[in-house]
Nanobody
Framework: QVQLVESGGGLVQAGASLRLSCTGS????????MAWFRQATGKERELVGT????????DYADFVKGRFTISHDNAKNTLYLQMSSLEPDDTAVYYC????????????????WGQGTQVTVSS
């Protein structure tokens, strides 16, 4: 059974940085995409970025490009989200997720989710 556990959220001021971690258990090489999503209060869950195991590529939503970086430590089975220049609009619960699809984008293409970690950015 796959389990994902996020950590690293918190309350920060605008302009600050945070690093989120997502440690997985029960994962195997068949899980071809890992991703970070976020959901603000009253809004739909949105994709922040993806890590594709094949080729190790990353991709980002336009609203975080240049500010957020995804990395993956295979030995630790951990996905990271380094966030910098945080803005109040980045306030949300951040989730990691994994999919067996190499092209997974929409939330319904992911089969395992973490419990989420709250990020709050004050102005």
């Amino acid at each position: 059974q796959v389990q994902l556990v996020e950590s690293g959220g918190g309350l920060v001021q605008a302009g600050a940085s945070l690093r989120l971690s997502c440690t997985g258990s029960g994962l195997h090489v068949g899980f071809l995409t890992m991703a970070w999503f976020r959901q603000a209060t009253g809004k739909e869950r949105e994709l922040v970025g993806t890590f594709r195991r094949i080729g190790g590529s990353t991709d980002y939503a336009d609203f975080v490009k240049g500010r957020f970086t995804i990395s993956h430590d295979n030995a630790k089975n951990t996905l990271y989200l380094q966030m910098s220049s945080l803005e109040p609009d980045d306030t949300a619960v951040y989730y990691c997720a994994t999919s067996v699809r190499p092209d997974a984008v929409a939330p319904n293409t992911y089969i395992a989710w973490g419990q989420g970690t709250q990020v709050t950015v004050s102005s």
